[in-house]
């Protein structure tokens, strides 16, 4: 069971941290600031409904196990719903519903989830090697970064860092 409870918090930390990693890889883009497609407006309201549905949850009794079925079908939503193309307002959203829902229950709050600013220079360098072509040198960086305990994820966004 706690196999089960650790893979179950994992699932929403990686949530989580997607979402930031999609976030941040939008950085200043104009086009992360356009208005929602019909599909994004689909999940920004199943994310209000999601909302409601888990205070329901919680307000019936304090039903933890029904609020968590709805958070966790909320994570399987944003899993799907959230790409390099969505916008910075959606992601902030989605974030913002995630954060409510776990900090109601007091999760998501105690993992140390900052990269070592000597990991992401290497990270950066690996990046760097890769564009120069230097494979030799970005495989020996990814595996250094490797033996610090990351994992280097690459992705169309760019590198992902993230503690393994």
Same mark, same amino acid.
């Given at each position: 069971?706690?196999?089960?409870? @650790?893979?179950?918090?994992?699932? &929403?930390?990686?949530?989580? #941290?997607?979402?930031?990693?999609? &976030?941040?890889?939008?950085?200043?883009? =104009?086009?992360?600031? %356009?208005?929602?497609?019909?599909?994004?407006? *689909?999940?920004? @309201?199943?994310?209000? *409904?999601?909302?409601?549905?888990?205070?329901?949850?919680? #307000?019936?009794?304090?039903? =933890?196990?029904?609020?968590?079925?709805?958070?966790?079908?909320?994570? @399987?939503?944003?899993?799907?719903?959230?790409?390099?193309?969505?916008?910075?307002?959606?992601?902030?959203?989605?974030?913002?519903?995630?954060?409510? !829902?776990?900090?109601?229950?007091?999760?998501?709050?105690? %993992?140390? #989830?900052?990269?070592?600013?000597?990991?992401?220079? !290497?990270?950066?360098?690996?990046?760097e090697a890769r564009k120069a072509r230097d494979f030799a040198l970005a495989d020996q960086l990814r595996d250094q970064i490797a033996a610090r305990g990351y994992i280097l994820e690459d992705t169309p966004q760019g590198p992902k860092l993230r503690r393994g």
């Amino acid at each position: 069971m706690l196999e089960q409870a @650790k893979s179950a918090l994992d699932r &929403l930390y990686t949530a989580r #941290d997607n979402a930031r990693f999609l &976030l941040e890889a939008r950085g200043a883009d =104009t086009e992360a600031d %356009r208005a929602l497609t019909d599909t994004e407006q *689909a999940f920004a @309201k199943r994310g209000e *409904a999601a909302l409601q549905a888990f205070d329901g949850a919680l #307000d019936d009794d304090f039903n =933890t196990a029904d609020a968590l079925g709805v958070m966790f079908e909320y994570v @399987k939503d944003m899993n799907i719903a959230l790409s390099g193309e969505t916008t910075r307002s959606l992601i902030q959203s989605a974030l913002e519903t995630l954060a409510s !829902m776990c900090g109601v229950l007091g999760l998501l709050s105690g %993992r140390d #989830d900052e990269i070592e600013p000597d990991v992401a220079d !290497m990270a950066r360098q690996r990046q760097e090697a890769r564009k120069a072509r230097d494979f030799a040198l970005a495989d020996q960086l990814r595996d250094q970064i490797a033996a610090r305990g990351y994992i280097l994820e690459d992705t169309p966004q760019g590198p992902k860092l993230r503690r393994g």
